[in-house]
Each structure stands twice: as C-alpha cells, then as structure tokens.
C-alpha cells in the first residue's frame, strides 16, 4: 500500500537581496539557500525580491505577468516572474524611480542611506501584502509568508485581521537594523492609523518597520538559538527586548546553514588545490599559493591566520588591532585580512601591513574568489565579533579545515566546540572559544592557539578533521522551518491592534 504525499505547502519568501542576484550580506545568502532546500523538500517556493537593475539584468527568463497600483505610490508597479533556480519562482516587483538605481539597495555611493528608504520598502511592502493575500492578479494564494529583516516588517502588520490571509513568519538577521523613521513619514506614508500605536509600529515616538514583523507575525525567528536568547536582554535587543520577552513563547532560533554546492573544499574552482578529509595533506598546497599571492614568505611552518568580512567595531576588528603589535614579536605567524568598512580602520590596518610586510597581508575591498582562497589557505579564522547574529565565515572554516577561533555570542556559541582538555580527549573540540570581546581574553586565546599549533601535528589534525566532520547544510535548517511553518497556520496570532479603519 503506497503512502500518499502530503500536499507541498505554499510559501511566498520575501526579502531585500538574495544570492546570486544581490548580495550585501548574509540575509543574501539566506534568502538564495533556504527557498530551494524548501523546494528540494518538496515544498512549493515563491521569491519575491525588489527588481534592483542587477536582479534584472541576470534573472532568468523574466516575464511581466502582472501590473497594479498601491497607495501611496503614484505609478504603475510591474510584477515579473523567473526562476531563482529549478523548483523555485522568483518575483521582481519593478517600482519606477524606487529600485531602478546603481550601486547598493540600501546606501548611496557615499555610503549614506537612500533618503527615501522608507517609501522604497513601504511599497515594496505593500507589493508583497498584495501577493500574500491573491489581491495582485498572479492566481496564486500562499499558505505562508516569510518576511526577513526590516525591509519586510510591514507585510504582517498590513496583512493582519484580513479573513483570508496566510500565516506570517518574520525572521530576524541582525536586530541592530530597524528601520527607523519619523512620525511625518508614517503619515506619508498613508498607514492605517492603528497602527501608529505602542502595541502597533510606535517605538518612541518614531516607527519601526522591524517592529512591525515583531508585533505582528505569528512566529518569530532569528538565526541561531543562542542569539534568540541573547536578543532578550538590552544589552542585544535595541530597546525590542520588553516586546520580544513577551512573544517570547513564539521566537524559536534557527540556525542557519550554507551552500556545500559552492563552499566545498572538495570541488571550489577558486581554490589552487581540491582537497577533503580524506586528502587533507593536500590544503598546503593552497596555503603556499597564499602566501605567495600575498606577499607573504611561503613558510610551511607558519600559522596563518585569517580574517574576512565587514571592519567594523561590531566584528572586532578594532580588537584585532589591539593585539597585532604582540603578534608581530611571535615567530612562525602570519596575518591575512580582507575587508572594507570603517575608513580609520582600514587605515590603521594598511599601516600595520605597511610596517611589517612579511608578516601581515591586508587587502581593502571584497573579493569573492580570493574569500575562497583565504578559507582554504589559512590554518585559522579569527572572528572576535562582539556579537553575531549566526555568522557565515566559521561554518565555510570548519568545512575548509581552517580552525575558527571566536567569541562566544550568538552562532559562533552554537557552531564552535572549544578545545579544552576534555572536549579534546572526547573529539568533540572543533575551535577555539573565548569569553569577552576584550583584548586581554583574544590575546589569552591566541597563547592558547600557538601553543596548540606547536605541538605535535596530529593534534591539529585531529582538531581540524573534526571541524570537517560537522554538517551544516540547509537541510536541517529546512526541516526546522517546516516545522514552524506548520505551528504557524496550526495556531494564528491574534493582531495586536484593531484595524477599524483600514
């Protein structure tokens, strides 16, 4: 007797970016990883994503299928349907004189944010209301919304009290990011009055977009469990930790996973040399091609320690700082950092290369390929963020035999195992953990690595073959959101505020 398959749930995913069509950040890779694992589960996926002229130009086989008009937007807006890759559709809401711009979706060429942030995301907002509830002629009604960061907060909180509306996830990448705005943009913005309330969108006397995914979804996520812990306290919640406290019994932490398709030891063509667990030996001779490409001595015996990502204070960059002039006096060590951010940063950290060339390489900007390289070619990865969310860099590290060494925040908590004596006899070790984000506990830790690194070499490889052994592909995460998902349309959310007036 064969077992009938259950139908596959509806699911419309929202969000700002998403690889490979825009990236800023990890919400990017989010929102181009989790819909297909959904799809791959069997599950029927929807991306809708602002149509940035980048998401146009290499979108595949777009067609306009639907136009309509939205309050507070004077134009015509033109829905176009693709494929994100196969098993999932993609929407690109085309907003006239809103995301047909160059550059970033979020910042100007200066790095300012775009003036009319609000009226950009408020209509795209109102866009994907109008999918979520069969209102813009596409014959399709979700089961599902999943809203992700702030620039989708209002779909929840525009969609609620309407009789035919699909369930509402809101998943939160970084609370730092709210979307603040005045009390004239509200009313420019011609939102139902209701909601400007302290149980609505309200938030001291301005509006937050973020709240409105808080107050209004009927399950809440963030990416990693530690972090949804941690966004409880006011030291992380940014003033939303009384509101978050009290939906408390609907925030669940997801880690997320990443893409073994393209970060894979075994088959990444930006790597000089493949290599897995089975022919470990072989990541060496990605480190000489390093250091060479570098500048750096092609020294076997050198620990070679990496950095990637945004130089900002948030990822410690500024504690790197501080403990680079110690590591220049220890023998056999090596520094490689790519990033941009922070203009003093990246000034001091170019003159520390300057002053001590063969010891530290620092490359200002972003390069894809070259991330790749530095995954494979170092013997560690430093991330000592003061805080994050889930943090992407120590999973591709782990997969690629680089040792993380992190603070324990957020996913970093939940993905590195420390090496303490006992964690090392079990084979549970996969990196180094330190406690506060201050330059006496890294310096502490980074005693703790050379020491490590100086003895026998069977002791690295087993600390990295264990790393290599860990799985976080998507297909866990998937699982979970399924899950949640289905708790979501089991048991709505009541809306906090009465739309009378809509």
Known sequence: MSSQRPTPL?????????????KTGGLADVAGSLPPALSHLGEEVRLVLPAYPTTLEQARELT??????????PGEITIHQGTLEEGVTLYLVEIPGMFDRPGNPYVDG?????????????????????????????????????????????????????????ASIFTIHNMAYQGVFDRITFDQLQLPPALWSMEGLEFHNNFSFLKGGLA??????????????EILTPAFGYGLDGLLEYRKSRLTGVLNGIDYRVWDPAGDPAIAQP?????????????????????????????????????????????????????????NLQVAILGSGDPELERRLTAMADAHPGKIAVHIGYDEALAHRIE?????FLMPSRFEPCGLNQLYSLRYGTVPIVNRTGGLADTVVDATPRNLL?????????????????????????????????????????????????????????????????????????????
């Open 216 to 229: 209004f979804a009927d399950w809440i996520t963030t990416v990693s469990p530690t972090y949804a812990g």
């Open 275 to 331: 290599y897995d667990a089975q022919t470990l030996k072989l990541k060496a001779i990605n480190k000489q091609h390093l250091q060479q490409e570098l500048g750096l001595p092609r020294q076997p015996e050198a620990l070679l320690i990496g950095n990637i990502g945004r130089l900002v204070e948030q990822k410690g960059v500024d504690l790197i700082l501080d403990i680079l002039p110690g590591l220049m006096h220890k023998e």
């Open 10 to 22: 509806k699911i419309l995913f929202a969000s700002s970016e998403a690889q490979p069509l825009i």
């Open 110 to 166: 200066q790095g300012n944010n775009w003036p009319d942030n609000a009226q950009r995301f408020a209509a795209f907002c109102r866009v994907v209301a109008n999918i979520a509830l069969g209102q813009a002629g596409l014959k399709w009604l979700p089961e599902i919304v999943h809203c992700n960061d702030w620039q989708t907060g209002l779909v929840p909180a525009l969609i609620t009290g309407e009789g035919n509306r699909p």
């Open 426 to 502: 079990e084979g549970t070790a996969t990196g180094f953990v330190f406690d506060r984000p201050q330059p006496p506990a890294l310096w502490d830790c980074l005693e703790r690595v050379i020491e490590f690194w100086n003895r026998p070499a069977m002791w690295w490889e087993k600390l990295v073959l264990a790393g290599m052994r860990q799985d976080f592909s998507w297909d866990s995460s998937a699982q979970h959101y399924r899950d949640i998902y289905h708790r979501a349309i089991d048991n709505p959310a009541p809306s906090p505020v009465a739309r009378k007036d809509d």
């Open 64 to 73: 306009p299928v639907s136009s309509l008009r939205i309050g507070a937007y």
């Open 376 to 380: 494979a070619g170092c013997d560690c």
